[in-house]
């Protein structure tokens, strides 16, 4: 099929270089069957479970989606969860862009090894992570043990439980998808913009804001775009670090379909928390290019 | 395994004896299947094939039957006490999955790929509610009558059971005993935080009520709006738990200063770790875990034929020897080394149990309470 199309679709000015841009075409189909038997199509299935799929019967197709927002903890969830994604991309642009500033300042060597320490949350597993800011953070963990046993404290300060908790799971396994397109874009500005900008009078804050910071922007909108779409997912940290306040939806559809049996409601929230994802996707492609997002890194 | 079979003899008369007479005296319920009262009538010659089953069970060379259950100590015990002594006796090779879980045998069911023949469930699952992806007990096999009262049922029959108690951790109560959930929920008495499984139907709703004076029998249905103000008293002390090993540990740890926790985690976090921990049982759930059979199995005949003999008198206390989960069949006598640790030895007249038909059918209706409770 890729090859019909692209040999009716061309001109003949490059007849002979199609086969091979064509040959090399059917290397993108095993992915694409791939993505379409166990992405696309479950995905269809899900849409369609939402609509049919009712524990009791319903003559309303749209019986799910009024259950889901009938409820109004269902609503507030929703709610934390877009919450909770923007304070981890509030908090991961914080850390994050510093980091790939010093990053790019810094001699190649050293910017290696800060990229590893950046990368190495990637190299263990997320529960195992998890449980282990529970094992430091907790009424009877590391740091609360060492300031009762200082008597710097008497109660156990509060540190799990809490969105600071969450922020801390979070953002430690969201900061390489905020660094690494923020450095990407960084090292594409050519150092000379900001040296013309000095030799022009301007203080070095002024040349880093009126020139540095507007170039390396777009890394900056890919960045918080990928953190925030990713911890719109999230569940396993905010139930294992957070308290209730922090309960995302995700949870509710695991709870739906693992422990009710109510895949329909299941399906639903999966829906839902896809067209809303869907929708900030949109509204965020008319203010940057979505391929420097998702591609920002070959170009490094 | 070895207790067992050195008392079979013995077991065996008991057997005959007690199926005749037990027939005999207890006139059945009118609502009872045809099975059960056909031993009255026929004794000798219905008894004798049920008593093979339990201590001469069908030889099935080249069967490969799958248990699914809950890994852990808890599937080792399974598999010391049933799978492989089952093993041995007829030939059955076992092939185990550790990650029983509801929603995989919906799945396996909806795509007409069963791979699960024998599967350990929660009290959640299993009744008629899920009629469409689970096969009819064969209780020509299975001896109904000896199993606890409401423990076995058309999809399930009930293979260990256990309780949900109140747990607590001495080096938190300080030396003070709390006598059940009223102290549990009196944070001045007692302070410290609260362990609570992080589910609807776990039990949360049902503590609540007892702790606030409600008779366990009166439980059902549960008032949820008077559950969830007497859960708010202590809201900001809850910690919740989402599985048992995480129980043990914020209840050994002292993370917790009680928990509502499962006996046998409790039994855990005092024997294996050696936490000081102690079980109140006054007020505890008394439940079970089920054996249910995924509709469509290719093996269903060999799944039923090891449910018969796992729940027989003589077997189905097996486990217990390895971790503190009772016997369903009445008769059947527990190892003497946990006998004390047992929910159903600890039964008196604060014991509660589960309405799981209730539950079930009302599913949606706790999650909603209980969300908008909890997140509130």
Known sequence: MLLDRSRTGRSGRRDRDDPIVNRWALLAVPPIAFLVAFFLIPLIVVSLRSVTDFPRPAGDALANYGRFFDSAANVRVLGNTFWVAALSTVVCLALGYPYAYLMNIVRPRLAGLLLIAVLLPFWSSLLVRTYAWQVILRDTGIINTFLLDMRLIDEPIPLIRTTLGVMLGMSQILLPFMVLPIYAVMRRIDPEYTRAAANLGAPPFAAFRRVFLPLSLPGVLAGSLLVFVLALGFYITPALLGSPKDTMISQFIASAVQQRLDWGIGSTMAVILMGLTLTVLFVASRFIRLRDVFGSFEES | ?376
């Open chain 2, 1 to 376: 395994m070895t207790s067992w079979r050195r008392t079979f003899p013995l077991v065996t008369a008991g057997l005959l004896l007690v199926a005749a007479c037990g027939g005999g005296a207890s006139p059945s319920p009118t609502s009872a299947p045809p099975e059960t009262t056909a031993p009255e009538s026929a004794a000798p010659e219905s008894a004798a094939p049920v008593a093979d089953i339990c201590t001469n069970p069908p030889k099935a060379e080249g069967t490969t039957l799958t248990f699914a259950s809950y890994g852990g100590a808890y599937q080792e015990a399974q598999r010391k006490g049933w799978l492989e002594p089952y093993s041995a006796l007829t030939g059955v090779t076992f092939q185990e999955s550790e990650d029983s879980s509801n929603a995989t045998i919906k799945a396996q069911v909806e795509a007409g790929q069963v791979t699960w023949d024998i599967v350990d469930v929660g009290n959640d699952f299993g009744l008629d509610a899920q009629a469409d992806l689970l096969e009819p007990l064969d209780y020509t096999k299975i001896r109904k009558d000896e199993i606890l009262d409401g423990f076995a049922s058309t999809y399930r029959v009930a293979d260990i059971t256990y309780g949900v108690v109140l747990g607590y951790n001495t080096e938190k109560t300080g030396g003070q005993v709390p006598q059940g959930w009223a102290d549990f929920f009196d944070t001045t008495k007692f302070p410290g935080k609260r362990g609570f499984w992080d589910y609807s139907a776990g039990g949360i709703f049902e503590f609540a009520l007892l702790a606030d004076g409600v008779a366990p029998a009166d439980l059902y249905p549960l008032d949820l709006p008077r559950a969830t103000a007497k859960l708010d008293t202590i809201k900001d002390d809850i910690v919740f738990w989402s599985s048992g090993a995480e129980s043990q540990d914020l209840l050994g740890k002292g993370e917790v200063a009680m928990a509502m926790i499962w006996n046998g985690r409790a039994y855990s976090a005092k024997n294996i770790d050696n936490n000081p921990v102690e079980i109140q049982w006054n007020g505890q759930i008394v439940t079970a875990d089920y054996f249910v059979v995924p509709k469509g199995t290719p093996n269903k005949d060999a799944a039923m034929d090891f449910i018969a003999w796992a729940t027989c008198k003589e077997n189905n206390a097996a486990p217990s020897k390895y971790i503190p989960y009772g016997p369903t069949n009445k008769l059947a006598k527990a190892d003497p080394s946990k006998v004390a640790e047992l929910s159903v030895s600890n039964i008196n007249d604060t014991t509660a149990y589960f309405d799981d038909a209730w539950v079930v059918e009302n599913a949606q209706l706790l999650e909603d309470a209980y969300q908008e409770w909890k997140t509130r």
